[in-house]
């Protein structure tokens, strides 16, 4: 390091004391992300009850992962889920922010009031719509926790409700950047409403459009305490050799399961079937964020 | 093609709820404020011939855009009548009033190539490919875009993108073309090529020009006709030429001219049927033509300000009419020198040819330095206290 550097390093404040405001944090992040991140990996090779009894296995975890019913289930269920909440999330926000951005009379009431819902922890949110599905369903003698269907589209209108409001504010701001003078060009141009949202609006709220579809698509592989709270898997199928299949299990939850089970190599697999979740979540989002960059447009 | 016919059009802003509850109506800067609202364009009248190119200028807030916005259908008319060939469009959606505009932010769609762009109009008519195509080559020849058809606007200079914005007004052959400042944007080099461009452009198609300008020098260059506003009334509508010779009240004749008009307190006399005006103990004879227009409007003696433009007055001329003043200033334009000259307790402007100079003062005029002017009767404008022009 040449003189004149080196007295610059010294002169400014900010980079002598960097490594005090940067310090907590990187520890932070190593000891409760990277840490735990390294070793999760490491025990999905290992048979163990407690960490420090693991015993390196090869893939026997995985092998067995890849075995169990219950995962391939899961994981069916909670891509069908992942889907269809994405879609519906996405198009409902969309559409109502879009008509809160067309002037309406107390449209920031409003947007709170669509918001408000995102403030409620997931469990809570599962435990109140489970008791407002069984009000509603014990009319018809049924419950929630008695029919697949039911604790689907339960589970979709739960997750709805509770992540429109948020998705909405990023769309809010996506149309509030579009350029008036743009959509003016549009009209005068001869395009419909229809034609200008189509062909004008939405090319240009991409950049929203690719947060909330990544958000949406994580959201949807990631969830599990709604999922827990409204239905915890309920129905069950038993299976001929006397397993059973949570018939509204996700992937999360299947993991939990797995892991708290008590029969003995348990934790490994779970362990394993961790690692496969993270693999897919991360692939899918990379995929996802690539395919709707190419789409995004600079100004 | 097309005429255009504004009549006693308004746009009045309503007063919201809350204010009207509250009673108080806030001023917007000098515009008329009544019970229905804030007047933003008050009585515009003007008809405006096939294939005119008639330029609004005005300074912020006069009510010029928001004319234009009411042309284009994007401003709903609160009163009076607007015709598009003698049709009647008050109520007809923008898209059906066959106008194009050209915005001051370009409005170019960026996720569109500049072709697209081009052909998006065309597009949203239905009209065939194949004339699309040759539409669209058309107007990026006449505006020597063709090399960056493929491109996006990001990838365009602020003047390309004008371009671009104007040639996707122009291939629909509109009506009525609509300009919002289109060169505001621009920095001072481009906005004048720009505007050239424009007055080849206007050569070359067939069509009737509206354009919004805060900008005098791109009113006097384009226009057929100026309309003047101001606070949303129309001070005054004429050629380029009438309005800079005839300004009918001070604000026109302050608006329109570089540096702007020099004003002074002096007195219109009459003696004899005879009009003349005392400056400073001096007595200026007016010409025989304004001596006509003032007894036409039997105009009585009184105080007036006189106004005098910075190019009519003259250095260095002899007689008992001279007036002195010290330079404060001496700006070098090149081709003239601007004077700032502390006389008669004002600043006052004076424009004198280089060439001019020459012959008299080889090291030019220096600040401190003494010096004479003296203007004609035939140049000065007579306004009354009332601030109008008492010839008109």
């Known amino acids: 390091m040449d003189g004149k550097k080196k007295a610059g390093f010294f002169k400014n404040p900010l980079r002598r004391w960097s490594w005090l405001f940067m310090g907590p944090v990187c520890a932070a992040f190593a000891i409760g992300f990277v840490w735990p991140f390294i070793q999760g990996i490491y025990l999905s090779f290992c048979k163990f009850k407690l960490i420090r009894d693991a015993k390196f296995i090869g893939f026997g975890n995985y092998v067995s992962a890849f075995a169990d019913e219950t995962f391939k289930h899961a994981f069916w269920y909670t891509a069908l889920f992942a889907i269809v909440s994405l879609v519906l999330i996405n198009v409902l926000a969309f559409t109502i922010a879009y008509l809160l951005t067309q002037g309406l009379k107390r449209s920031n009431l409003y947007r709170t009031v669509f918001f408000m819902p995102n403030l409620i922890g997931g469990i809570v949110l599962g435990y109140i719509w489970s008791m407002i599905f069984d009000g509603i369903l014990s009319h018809f003698n049924t419950s929630i926790l008695l029919e697949s269907k039911y604790g689907f589209w339960g589970l979709i209108i739960l997750v709805c409700w509770q992540q429109i409001g948020y998705m909405m504010i990023i769309y809010i701001a996506g149309l509030q950047a579009v350029s008036e003078d743009m959509l003016e060009a549009a009209k005068i141009d001869g395009a419909t409403k229809m034609q200008t949202l189509f062909k004008v609006t939405i090319p240009n709220v991409m950049p929203s459009i690719t947060i909330c579809t990544f958000l949406g698509l994580t959201n949807g592989f990631k969830l599990f305490d709604q999922n827990l709270a409204l239905t915890a898997g309920q129905p069950f199928i038993i299976q001929p050799d006397g397993s059973n299949i949570k018939t509204t299990e996700m992937l999360a939850l299947n993991i939990y399961n797995t892991f708290y089970n008590s029969s003995s190599g348990s934790q490994g697999t779970a362990q394993a079937k961790a690692v496969i979740f993270f693999i897919l979540v991360a692939g899918l989002g990379l995929l996802q964020l690539a395919y709707t960059r190419k789409r995004e447009v600079q100004q | ?392």
């Open chain 2, 1 to 392: 093609m097309a005429e255009v016919s504004l009549r006693h059009i308004k746009k009045i802003y309503p007063n919201t709820e809350k204010q009207k509850k509250k009673g108080d109506v806030h001023r917007v800067s000098h515009l008329k404020v009544t019970a229905e609202g804030v007047v933003a364009v008050d009585d515009f009248n003007l008809e405006i011939a096939d294939r005119e190119f008639i330029v609004l200028v005005g300074p912020s807030g006069c009510g010029k855009s928001t004319t234009l916005r009411m042309v284009a259908g994007l401003e709903d008319i609160s009163g009076g009548e607007l015709l598009i060939d003698g049709k009647l469009v008050n109520d007809v959606a923008p898209k059906d009033r066959d106008i194009a505009m050209v915005f001051q932010s370009y409005a170019l769609y960026p996720h569109m190539t500049v072709r697209e762009n081009m052909a998006f109009p065309l597009k949203l008519k239905k009209v065939p490919q194949a004339e699309i195509d040759k539409k669209v080559n058309e107007a990026a020849e006449i505006l020597g875009i063709t090399e960056y058809l493929d491109r996006k606007p990001k990838a365009l200079s602020g003047g390309q993108r004008q371009r671009v914005a104007i040639g996707r007004a122009i291939v629909r052959e509109p009506k009525v073309l609509l300009m919002d400042e289109p060169l505001s944007n621009l920095d001072a080099k481009l906005r004048n090529q720009m505007r050239a461009e424009i007055i080849k452009l206007r050569q070359r198609i067939n069509t009737t020009f509206i354009y919004v300008t805060h900008d005098q020098t791109e009113a006097m260059t384009l226009g057929d006709r100026i309309v003047i506003m101001r606070d949303g009334e129309v001070q005054q509508i004429g050629t380029p030429q009438e309005v800079f010779d005839h300004p009918a009240n001070l604000f026109v004749s302050g608006f329109i001219g570089v540096p702007q008009m020099n004003y002074f307190d002096a007195k219109l006399l009459k003696a004899d049927g005879k009009y003349t005006v005392e400056l400073d103990g001096k007595t200026i004879e007016l010409s025989a033509e304004k001596q006509a227009r003032l007894a036409a409007n039997d105009v009585e003696p009184q105080d007036i300000t006189l106004g005098i433009r910075p190019e009519h007055i003259a250095l260095f001329g002899e007689g008992s009419e001279m007036f002195h003043g010290t330079v404060d200033v001496s700006e070098m334009m090149g081709s003239s020198v601007h004077l700032h000259l502390q006389s008669l307790g004002k600043d006052v402007i004076v424009i004198v040819p280089t060439m001019d100079l020459q012959g008299i003062h080889h090291d030019g005029i220096k600040a401190g330095q003494e010096i004479a002017f003296t203007f004609g009767g035939n140049v000065v404008h007579i306004f009354g206290k009332d601030e109008k022009n008492l010839e008109f």
